[in-house]
């Protein structure tokens, strides 16, 4: 029997540094552990929490079945207050787990007087237009030193550097937030670069957001015209006297090598500038009359390179009588190049430009619309030197190179820029395709999640918007530890929301217009969905309590404009967004009627609203959301829905919504339905039929009514329009649409059409909860829910997950006639296994565990079809027969591919499978019936 395991060093709230927590934004922190090991049946009843601050060791014992989010049990910490923290555990018996390691943690300034820094700016420089400013400070230590903090945030992003040193490998500080509400500052712990005596603290300020082009306005300079620094570096020497550099009028500033730098536009630098013989303008620092008060610290990851990628692939194009290098690097990411070059003369210019994808053997810019996604130098001389921009980044995977005619490969890497969120889950199968499928889905989180969740990361736009992340939520909390990251954004979602409780379409707002502000369905509806999320993932109550007037709000405002018949219909709205039929100018213009999407939202929504009210004990509010949601169902049962399940506009996305969203009023007419769904898709030659809103949903309804094979179907479907389309055509990321590029390999002509967009990647959710059976039954993952259903076409999959509680696993196989599953999972947490085809789920404890049943998918897969009582259904559910015949259609013409084979049969589907050839060609004068018709008859009898 397992021993009773020390718990982990405790995590403080939702940070993930691996070390000390600097700059915490809490004064009273919850705590966090997992227990590794524990004897069968175990079960937390109580914690000890010893806390060291100020010289003085406190012991808190707290009777607590909980491991996570456990509350402060002490007095709260100040501003710059350190502590020691370690917990230990015990059980019913008694037994008490030895200490965990200990946890460093450190408050940041938590309150506006703790700033004797000010905000400055350089006066005559670093104006819009001219080359980036660095200013700079000095600050004489008498003695040696014994900690060093700096505290610094700015308009603009700035690169910060001690005595020459950069500060932290961090990139693009502060991030992006609503700056008006409020602007975040990161905290250092800079005591390994201070020295004894002088010491010179400079900041390299870009325009970044604040200044910079912003949204696809063309707009500039937003938020201020004004680039500032506030930095506040507190040096406590061996005696205890703290000695502070404040960022005043006593700083300095001069012009960089940086001459221009914009997010989409690139970084232009001059080395000449500054070198030997060249000057570069110098001037002073004005202090701002600029409030502190909503300067915050940030519990959020820093934005850091992550990783580096290799040249794989380097050719030569000829253009404008230059010979210019391509380089791939086999991988669309986000980042930027590093560029090592020798031996040019002074003055010689260097140009990398950067592009998603090729048309010949050239980038393809057109997808960037106007963003130049240009970085160039002019080179100071023939030494060698590392070419690398700080100011900017870049989506791409392939890089033109001119001005190096000897480009060698090992020359030049593509660094990969992220939030540094921790990687928290995994899926892999037996199928290749699948497999990339999910790797481009976590790539173009990665790509993505640049200090906000953001649309895509090349073009000239990059926004927050709503829509996007209110349907990829549940799948980046299951790939990566989003907590922090998303109750950020959310923050700014609330503060940008009007009074009246309309929720910008971005986050934070760039738009600025009445359109900006209208209320439009599912994007909106993050208001209510991504802290829904959060709390189903993570188990956190306060992201509740936080967000609630926002909830309400959003939710009171779309009931306003349903009116008393309570149907959410006219007005602005995106709809199912971006579905296949929807043309390339128009993406709103989809199958899914829009006044449909918009009243199943308000009911989703306002359901929410009532679960979140009940769970913080809100009783009025809970009764009160909960009977305008039951109006709400019925009222869209009453206008949408026939007796029969059919749901207005016919179309994949409202069956889904209506499915999911518990909008139909009988179990009749649900399973009827998920009937229609599951025809419609088969109709479809098992090809998508959604955009943005019924993506996420569509598996998930097909599987709940009993049609799982048919979303298997969809899933690992090939064909334009599929999720492995872009795969089968080389996609490294999730595209923006689903023929961003089209089979013939050219370019969708759409002004919107990128190759780095993760919304249609919200599949894996239903990938890890379904193909391979690992979800949350409570929120926190306290509970599990494992039940996979097993696609026939694979042999295996496995999912695993960090979740509050430690690692959850699944892992499936079939083989010599079994079925065989291995779970694990986590002290603390219990688990309901569904075994396919058994009728009770069981219930089982923390640890591993293994299951053999007979493999009644694959039995059930080789049996032989019988033609003579079939139907054409089940001619369609039959692979390798429907893509026979579908292939005798085509090849005859009476077709031009199996999409439209199969929609010729939607009325046909219960008819014997007999007369499938009647059904594509119910007229015998038509040329191919005959051969179509014969094919029909070869398929049946073989």
């Given at each position: ?119 400055i700016s350089p006066v005559g420089l670093g104006a819009l237009h001219m080359p980036a400013p660095v200013l ?13 903090r700096l505290f610094a945030t700015a308009h603009g992003i700035y690169v910060a550097t001690l005595n020459g ?440 929504s306002a359901q929410i609203v009532a679960w979140a009210a009940e769970v913080l004990g809100l009783d009025d ?322």
């Open positions: 029997m397992a021993q009773l395991a020390a718990p982990t060093t405790p995590r403080i709230e939702h940070r993930t540094d691996q070390d000390a927590v600097l700059g915490l934004a809490a004064a009273a922190p919850r705590l966090s552990w997992t227990v590794p090991a524990a004897p069968e049946g175990w079960r937390q009843t109580s914690c000890e929490v010893e806390i060291s601050r100020a010289g003085e060791v406190t012991v808190h014992q707290v009777h607590t079945a909980d491991q996570v989010l456990v509350p402060w049990p002490a007095d709260p910490l100040s501003s710059r207050e350190q502590a020691r923290v370690r917990v230990r555990v015990s059980g019913a018996d008694g037994v008490w787990s030895n200490w965990s390691p200990a946890r460093t943690l450190e408050v940041g300034l938590l309150n506006s007087t703790d700033w004797t820094a000010r905000f700079a400070g000095r600050l004489t230590v008498p003695g040696p030193v014994r900690s060093a040193r950069p500060v932290d490998d961090s990139v693009l500080a502060p991030g992006w937030t609503s700056y008006e509400n409020r602007l975040r500052y990161h905290t250092y712990d800079v005591t390994d670069l201070v020295a004894e005596g002088e010491n010179r603290l400079e900041f390299l300020l870009g325009n970044g957001w604040y200044r910079g082009r912003l949204g696809y306005m063309l707009d500039r300079a937003l938020y201020g015209d004004r680039l500032a620094v506030l930095a506040q570096l507190e040096v406590t020497t061996t005696d205890g006297a703290v000695h502070t550099l404040n960022s005043d009028g006593s700083w300095t500033a001069r012009e960089s090598q940086v001459v221009a730098d914009d997010l989409y536009n690139g970084q232009r630098t001059d080395l000449r500038r500054g070198a030997a013989g060249v000057e570069t303008a110098t001037g002073t620092v004005e202090v701002l009359d600029l409030d502190v008060g909503t300067v915050v610290p940030t519990d959020l990851p820093v934005i850091r390179p992550l990783q580096t990628l290799a040249a794989q692939k380097v050719w030569t194009v000829a253009r404008h009588a230059q010979v210019n290098h391509v380089v791939d690097f086999g991988q669309n990411a986000v980042g930027w190049i590093r560029l090592k070059v020798r031996g040019l003369p002074a003055g010689s210019e260097v140009i990398v430009r950067h592009a998603e994808v090729l048309e010949g053997d050239e980038i393809a810019t057109v997808p960037l619309r106007s963003a130049e996604a240009t970085d160039s130098w002019i080179l100071a001389g023939p030494e060698e030197v590392v070419l690398e921009p700080r100011l900017t980044f870049h989506g791409f995977r392939y890089a033109e190179i001119r001005g190096v005619p000897d480009l060698r490969p090992e020359d030049v890497e593509l660094v990969v820029l992220g939030t540094d969120l921790r990687r928290t889950g995994w899926f892999s199968s037996s199928h290749e395709l699948l497999d990339r499928l999910h790797e481009n889905v976590v790539w173009s989180t990665r790509g993505n999640f640049i200090d906000i969740p953001t649309d895509c990361p090349q073009r000239d736009e990059r926004l927050g918007w709503t829509g996007d992340i209110q349907v990829f939520g549940p799948t980046a909390s299951f790939l990566f530890d989003t907590a922090a990251f998303l109750g950020s954004w959310l923050v700014d979602l609330a503060a940008e929301q009007l009074p009246d409780g309309s929720v910008p379409h971005v986050v934070p707002d760039v738009n600025r217009n009445e359109l900006a502000f209208t209320p439009a369905a599912a994007w909106g509806d993050a208001a209510t969905i991504v802290p829904w999320t959060l709390y189903e993932r993570t188990g956190d109550v306060g992201v509740l309590a936080r967000q609630l007037p926002s909830m309400r709000a959003w939710v009171d405002k779309i009931a306003g404009l349903a009116g008393p018949d309570r149907l959410w219909a006219g007005g602005f709205q995106y709809g199912d967004w971006l579905d296949p039929t929807a043309p390339p100018e128009e993406a709103e213009k989809a199958m899914a009627d829009p006044d449909v999407v918009a009243t199943a939202h308000l009911a989703r509010d809970a009764q009160k959301y909960a009977a305008l949601a039951a109006e709400v169902r019925e009222a869209f049962a009453e206008a949408y829905v026939s007796p029969q399940g059919r749901v207005h506009s016919d179309a994949q996305a409202v069956y889904a919504l209506a499915i999911q969203w518990d909008l139909l009023p009988t179990a009749a007419q649900r399973q009827l339905a998920g009937r229609r769904l599951a025809d419609l898709v088969r109709t479809n030659d098992f090809r998508i039929g959604t955009g943005f809103v019924g993506t996420p949903l569509v598996c998930d309804a097909l599987a709940a009514t009993g049609h799982a094979d048919v979303a298997h179907r969809l899933l690992l479907q090939t064909q334009c329009p599929s999720w492995l389309y872009p795969v089968t055509m080389g996609a490294t990321t999730i595209w923006e649409r689903w023929d961003s590029l089209r089979p013939d390999g050219s370019i969708n002509p759409g002004g919107m059409t990128s190759f780095n967009h993760y919304a249609l990647g919200a599949v894996a959710d239903w990938m890890h909860r379904s193909v391979a059976g690992l979800a949350p039954a409570e929120p926190g993952y306290r509970r599990l829910s494992i039940q996979p259903k097993p696609p026939v076409a694979l042999t295996h999959a496995q999912a695993r997950h960090l979740t509050p509680y430690g690692e959850a696993a699944v892992a499936w196989e079939r083989a010599d006639g079994e079925f065989r599953l291995s779970v694990t999972v986590p002290v603390g947490v219990q688990a309901e296994v569904h075994l396919p085809g058994a009728e009770e789920a069981m219930t089982v404890g923390h640890g591993e565990h293994h299951w053999r049943t007979p493999d009644r998918v694959t039995a059930a897969a080789t049996d032989e079809p019988d033609w003579t009582r079939a139907s054409i259904r089940d001619l369609l559910d039959d692979e390798e027969a429907w893509e026979q015949l579908a292939g005798a259609a085509v090849e005859a013409g009476i077709v031009p591919d199996a999409a439209a084979a199969a929609s010729r049969l939607l009325k046909y589907l219960d008819s014997p499978a007999a007369q499938v050839g009647f059904a594509f060609v119910p007229d015998d004068r038509f040329q191919g019936a005959s051969a179509v018709r014969q094919a029909a008859t070869r398929i049946l009898s073989a």
